[in-house]
């Protein structure tokens, strides 16, 4: 109740209506549902918005142009693979990683890219807006080249990212519940061999003995967890932390929070020390780039490390999986000068 | 399916082994003839039967031959259990359930039958939960292990579109009730125990209207 005033005075609508008490009865359901996977109860300070469904873009009053251009959207966001070759040369789809087509809590939902940005992004030191950060999942995590900033596509995407924010202030003071993949505290050790033991009794039905995901009729039912239909060394889940946080809260599908933080860890480390695409960044040397890279990034995953079991130093190759460039010419820097 | 690797079977082990059962290599037309004692439920055509309260009999028709050969499996070890199938799953040595495996999965996938006079309303929360799954109750879609067109992906996610609603909807209470526990780390089973009698409803009889197969 508190969490959701909170909320409501901030963005200016307290009102002791009957409506607003039936929104505390919604969001407090919302929270008990979420607590019931074993996710944490929202903070006191924390902003907690439901992402409207698909079937409330039917009935909301929106130009019917604006909610074509936002299913659109939702149908590029779940079905990514249909840019396959132009824009994405993987098997991902956006919603592999976000799940709940975008809106689930603990699963990076998306609309918090909506209300935050422009900002400044440590990854590539610059301020960037949603399209842009947009850009960075398709050159990253779809080893592959965003749609034109512009383009139908582009703004089909953002569109769905907005509308998903309906009602949540700009650049909102509260931090944000459920945002990105929280990760549960490190363990203080983390082990290859339990690692790879979990993935094999725990992941591997769906994502394969070898991480290669399947696939039935050129679409992708599991994606692949490392190699060249994965995403690539600089997608932001090559992070230990981050994996770890995707794994806890969303993995095996259908049972969040079932992995214990040792276990979730271990598969993150292992799933961290196999092979995958080189990261677009680059430079024709691998310490050359880590040592650029490090500092915003690199230093969270195993990037340019000898891996323990057989000594190969990992991401040391120049091998692009399907595409046929390493850099999309969106990745440059900004100096708005 | 693979063979049984000859090392393997020359040095005696492959009587021995789970693992080893499970890759024997099936033989369709060996399984036709003993597929004769399935037909009564199954129908020659392995299409099964709804039998609206009643118990309905599965498609066999076009489902992976890994998956069929499994569920055997667990009817004999009473992983899985059902009083109509298990004097028939006993019946069978490793090489028939390899051969009726085979042989059903060679058969045209059949179109399922229960989902005619569906309302509107029932068919479109259905077709929800089937595409899209309704996350607001963690209840994910069933195409996001079932594959596209949920027509089965794999050895372990069999096809449900054109399956008969009758016994979906059965086995999806199994498993909301406990009665059924045989699938891949509780994969159906934690979703299952999510959903409403309604859900469970909507979604049998939405599938059992979809094509079976890809064509």
């Known amino acids: 109740m508190i969490r959701k005033l909170t909320y409501a005075a901030l963005s200016g609508t307290l009102l002791f209506s009957a409506n607003a008490l039936a929104e505390d009865e919604i969001t407090q359901q919302y929270i008990d549902t979420l607590a019931e996977l074993g996710y944490p109860e929202p903070k006191e300070s924390e902003l907690v918005h439901i992402p409207p469904t698909m079937e409330d873009l039917e009935d909301a009053s929106l130009h019917p142009e604006l909610k074509r251009v936002i299913r659109r959207g939702y149908d590029l966001f779940t079905n990514t693979q249909q840019l396959r070759g132009e824009n994405v040369f993987n098997n991902m789809n956006c919603s592999s990683c976000h799940l709940g087509e975008g809106r689930m809590p603990f699963s990076a939902p998306i609309w918090p890219a909506a209300v935050t940005l422009p900002n400044f992004r440590g990854k590539n030191a610059h301020v960037n807006n949603l399209e842009e950060r947009i850009a960075g999942c398709f050159t990253y995590s779809m080893n592959g080249k965003p749609p034109e900033y512009g383009s139908d596509n582009m703004v089909a995407l953002s569109a769905y990212h907005q509308w998903l924010a309906t009602d949540v202030p700009m650049y909102p003071q509260q931090p944000i519940y459920g945002r990105g993949f929280p990760a549960p505290e490190r363990p203080e050790e983390l082990s290859y061999a339990r690692g790879e033991a979990a993935f094999q009794e725990k992941c591997s039905a769906c994502h394969g003995n070898n991480g290669e995901g399947l696939r039935v009729d050129d679409q992708t039912v599991f994606p692949a967890t490392w190699g060249d239909m994965s995403n690539n060394w600089g997608a932001g889940i090559v992070r230990v932390f981050t994996a770890a946080g995707f794994i806890k809260n969303n993995m095996p599908l259908g049972q969040p929070n079932s992995l214990d933080d040792q276990e979730a860890w271990d598969i993150a480390y292992y799933m961290s020390n196999q092979e995958r695409p080189q990261d677009p960044r680059y430079t024709g040397d691998i310490k050359e780039t880590l040592e650029q890279t490090r500092e915003p990034f690199h230093k969270h995953s195993m990037y340019g490390q000898a891996r323990e079991t057989d000594g190969h130093v990992l991401g040391d190759h120049s091998n692009l999986g399907e595409k046929s460039f390493l850099k999309p010419d969106t990745v440059r820097p900004r100096t708005f000068e | ?215």
Not at chain 2, 71 to 77: A, I, K
Not at chain 2, 93 to 98: H, V
Not at chain 2, 132 to 147: L, P
Not at chain 2, 177 to 195: C, F, K, P, V, Y
Request: aromatic share 6%.
């Open chain 2, 1 to 215: 399916m693979k063979k049984i690797p000859g090392i393997l079977a020359a040095l005696g082990l492959a009587t021995c082994s789970a693992y080893v059962l499970a890759e024997v290599d099936g033989d369709a037309e060996r399984g036709a003839a003993a597929a004769g004692v399935c037909a009564a439920c199954h129908q020659a055509d392995g299409s099964g039967k709804n039998v609206p309260g009643g118990e309905s009999w599965p498609r066999l028709a076009g489902l992976d031959a890994a998956y069929i050969a499994k569920q055997l499996h667990d009817y004999q070890s009473g992983e899985r259990s059902n009083a109509s199938m298990m004097p028939f799953a006993n019946m069978l040595n490793e090489q028939q359930i390899a051969d009726v495996a085979a042989y059903y999965a060679s058969l045209a996938a059949t179109q399922g039958s229960g989902g005619e006079g569906a309302d509107e309303t029932t068919l479109k929360r259905g077709k929800q939960l089937a595409e899209r799954g309704d996350w607001s109750s963690y209840v994910v879609s069933c195409k996001s292990c079932h594959g596209p067109g949920n027509q089965g992906a794999g050895e372990v996610f069999p096809g449900i579109a054109g399956q008969h609603a009758g016994y979906i909807e059965t086995q999806l209470q199994a498993w909301k009730a406990g009665a059924r526990e045989n699938d891949t780390q509780d994969l159906m089973g934690s979703i299952a125990r999510r959903m409403s009698d309604d859900d469970i409803h909507a979604v049998s009889v939405w599938l059992a209207r979809q094509n079976s197969a890809a064509n």
